[in-house]
Each structure stands twice: as structure tokens, then as C-alpha cells.
């Protein structure tokens, strides 16, 4: 179990540590990490609401460049129905963001309080990034295989979506049924995994740096960790993105042909996309 | 103990072959586009498929090495 | 980045502001295929790795109510597998449809 006392190695728990409790509920470290990641989130949201103008100041482009570069990519490769899931890839991306950033911050996973047990001391620290527990990831990856499922119905209906799982043969479905219910659950469980494993491992790397060498080396980790804590978050945006567009043209894949899909409601063709090379 | 020593030893040496396996790919990848940088669409996706499966190796070395450390 | 009000855009007015087509994905992105980008990429490697280990995890959970020991758990591992090659054999297939 986690042991924090100078001269031994340090190690950060896997489960987040509960600071107080409310009644029948317990409040852990990376619950607050959360909250904190979602009141910088909505006071973004505020502040654009109440007082944004039309010609942006610096701030406000500031805080448009993600919105715009986010929303640029799911358009150019979202598929035709983008701008109804626009806002939610948006959210994956701004939220695992953020909270992957908290974690940098002076005093988050450094500054707690010391719980005398039995064996040694250990630190509780008061601030946990929110994506180092492996109930915030599995959570947006439930919300995520949600957002796939109910799209899929949606569009292709519950039979199209069904006679997905039955396979093309129809005489193979009590194979293909299995596996495909492994390959959506395989899904879910690789999205929470990267982005947990990812975090957590940065933490473990901060804190054994910070322990190890304090004055100038966890610099550099740092700047790693701003790099993975960005790439993290982009690439389950992304992935949530790429799913939903999946879900969508299943059923048009199964046409043949590469004529515009039939079954969908087409308000204007997104762009006529530059020939190809490839 | 010795499961910490087990565990540390499957993943060190199970992420040898992978590592050597994605970094001929890449080089193999990256060569082929140096000759020809319009094929990249084309060299695109055979190259996916082979540092994903290069990876899953690696992954099943890093599942046996966290069963060694959390189960008893 | 472009000066007009993107956000706008997202938040549902009507036009549409021509984007250059490839910023952001790789090969494909089409007209509405599901793209072919390199979060994808980053993704296939560890979906491969956990599709055989969620199979041996249900065979053993079917095994643990059935309590036919190691008939499921052996199924589980050749599900895995095979959901593992579907995995590959979508990709392929979808490559190979551009």
C-alpha cells in the first residue's frame, strides 16, 4: 500500500483516496479533481455566454482556437452528420483536458495531509487529477458506448443495428454474435484503459521524479506529461468521433454502392471533397 | 517477492520483440515514402495493420506482467 | 485559423464555411466514411490486446456459473482471438473500399 517517507520510494495508490464523507457518500481526491475541472469548464462557458462580442478580444480567441480546431476537424471528418455530435466530442475533449492538465498544477498530488498507519506514513493528497481514477475514465467511456449505441439506433433503426451483430452470413450469427458483442466491449474497456493508464502513469513518474530529483529534472516531465495529457485527450475525442461516424454508415456499407447514403435526411453535402490521391 | 521479480521480468523482456518488430516497420514505412511520398494513402494502412498487431504483443506481455503483480 | 465565428457554426446556424479537406485526417474522410486517422491507428494496437483478454475474461465468468472449468475459459481465448482478426479484417476492408 501506498508508503510516503523521505529515503523510501514513493508511490501513488490506484484508488483514489476518500477525503471526508456526506451522509452515506464518500468524497475521494479525484472527485474534487473533477469538480474542479468542471467549474474551470463552466467558467469558460460563462464567460462566453455573458460576454463575448462578435469581433473576439484576445481572451475570448483564445479561448474560441480549441472550440474552432475541434469542431474543424469533426466537420471535415465526421461524416454527414456531424453537427450532432459536435458537441459532444467537444466535451470529451475540453473535459479529459482539462483534467488531465490539472494534474500539473503546484500542489495537486503533493499537498495533503499525513495519515499515520500501520507500517509507515502515507500522504493523502486533498487534489487528485480526475483522470487517474479508473471510475472518471470508465465513466466517459460508458457515456461514449452510449453515445455509439443510441446513434446506431437511431439511424440504422434496431434491426439494421441487430442484423450488425448477426453478421453477413446469416447461418454464422451464433458465432458472430459473440464476437461481436466482445469487439464492442473491447472498445469501451481500450478507451477508459489508454487514457487511465496514461495519466496514471505520468503521476507515478511525477511523483517518483519529484521525490527523487526536486530541483530542476521533473521540469522536463512536466512538459512530458503537458504533451500526453494533449495527446490523451485528442485521441479520445477523436476515437469517440470516429465511432459514432462508424455506427453511422453501417448501414450504408453494406450498399455496395457509393452513391449518397439513402436512408438519411440530407440537409447540404458538408464539402465536395478534393480528389483523392489515394 | 517474487512475483514483483516475475512481473518486472515479463514486461521488460516481453516488450523486446515488439520493439524491435515496430521499429522495422517504421523504418521499412518510412523508407517507402521517402521513394515515394504521393503512396502515402496507399502505405497508410498496411502499416497500421502492422504496428497494431506488433503491439498486441506487447499488450499481452503487459496483461501477464499486472496479473503477476495484483493477482495472488 | 479562420476569423468568422466558427463557434456559430457549431452552436447550428445554417451556412457552412469551406474548410480545406484534409486538415486533421489522414487518407479518407470522405464523404462520410468513417475516417482512417491515426488516433485510430494508436487505438488498433491496444483494442487488439484487450479483445483477447475480455474473451478470457467472459469464458471465465461464464466458467465461474457453469462451473465447467476450463471448457469456457478455452472458448473465451479463441473468441478473443477472433474478434481480434474482425477487428484487422474491418480496417482491411475499409481500406480496401477507397
Not at chain 1, 208 to 221: D, G, I, K, Q, S
Amino acid at each position: 500500500m501506498p508508503i510516503f517517507a523521505a529515503g523510501e520510494l514513493v508511490t501513488v495508490s490506484i484508488k483514489a483516496e476518500p477525503l471526508f464523507t456526506i451522509g452515506p457518500f464518500t468524497f475521494t481526491n479525484s472527485m474534487v479533481g473533477a469538480l474542479l475541472a468542471s467549474a474551470l469548464l463552466l467558467l469558460m462557458g460563462w464567460y462566453f455566454t455573458r460576454r463575448s462580442t462578435l469581433v473576439p478580444s484576445r481572451l475570448q480567441s483564445l479561448l474560441e482556437f480549441p472550440i474552432e480546431w475541434m469542431a474543424g476537424i469533426v466537420e471535415t471528418s465526421g461524416g454527414r452528420m456531424w453537427r450532432g455530435f459536435v458537441t459532444l466530442v467537444l466535451t470529451f475533449f475540453l473535459m479529459i483536458l482539462v483534467a488531465n492538465w490539472i494534474g500539473l498544477l503546484p500542489g495537486v498530488g503533493t499537498v495533503g495531509e499525513v495519515h499515520h498507519a500501520e507500517g509507515g506514513a502515507e500522504l493523502v493528497p486533498f487534489v487528485r487529477p480526475a483522470s487517474a481514477d479508473l471510475n472518471f475514465t470508465l465513466g466517459l467511456a460508458l457515456i461514449a458506448f452510449v453515445a455509439f449505441v443510441s446513434w446506431g439506433i437511431r439511424i440504422n433503426g434496431v434491426r439494421g443495428y441487430l442484423s450488425e451483430f448477426l453478421g453477413e452470413p446469416r447461418y454464422m450469427a451464433p458465432l458472430m454474435a459473440p464476437i461481436h458483442v466482445i469487439s464492442e466491449l473491447s472498445r469501451l474497456i481500450s478507451l477508459s484503459m489508454r487514457l487511465f493508464g496514461n495519466v496514471f502513469a505520468g503521476e507515478v513518474l511525477l511523483a517518483t521524479m519529484l521525490a527523487l530529483v526536486p530541483l530542476a529534472v521533473p521540469t522536463v516531465f512536466i512538459g512530458l506529461e503537458l504533451i500526453f495529457g494533449f495527446v490523451q485527450a485528442l485521441v479520445f475525442a477523436l476515437l469517440a468521433m470516429t465511432y459514432i461516424t462508424l455506427a453511422i454508415a453501417e448501414h450504408a456499407h453494406h450498399d455496395e454502392d457509393s452513391s449518397p447514403h439513402v436512408a438519411q435526411p440530407a440537409p447540404a453535402e458538408t464539402h465536395p471533397s478534393a480528389p483523392e490521391a489515394a | 517477492m517474487d512475483s514483483n521479480l516475475a512481473a518486472g521480468l515479463a514486461m521488460g523482456l516481453g516488450a523486446i520483440g515488439p520493439g524491435i518488430g515496430l521499429g522495422i516497420a517504421v523504418s521499412k514505412a518510412m523508407e517507402a515514402l521517402g521513394r515515394n511520398p504521393e503512396a502515402s494513402g496507399a502505405i497508410f494502412v498496411p502499416y497500421v495493420l502492422g504496428i497494431a498487431l506488433a503491439e498486441a504483443v506487447a499488450i499481452y506481455a503487459l496483461v501477464v506482467s499486472l496479473l503477476l503483480i495484483f493477482v495472488k | 485559423m479562420v476569423p468568422e465565428g466558427r463557434a456559430n457554426d457549431v452552436l447550428g446556424a445554417v451556412e457552412v464555411t469551406g474548410q480545406d479537406p484534409d486538415r486533421g485526417a489522414s487518407p479518407g474522410g470522405g464523404s462520410g466514411g468513417p475516417p482512417l486517422n491515426w488516433a485510430l491507428a494508436l487505438d488498433l494496437g491496444l483494442r487488439l490486446g484487450i479483445s483477447v483478454i475480455v474473451g478470457i475474461g467472459l469464458g471465465l465468468l461464464v466458467d465461474s456459473w457453469l462451473h465447467t472449468s476450463p471448457l469456457f475459459t478455452l472458448v473465451g481465448v479463441v473468441l478473443g482471438m477472433a474478434a481480434a482478426m474482425l477487428t484487422i479484417w474491418d480496417v482491411a476492408k475499409q481500406a480496401m473500399r477507397r
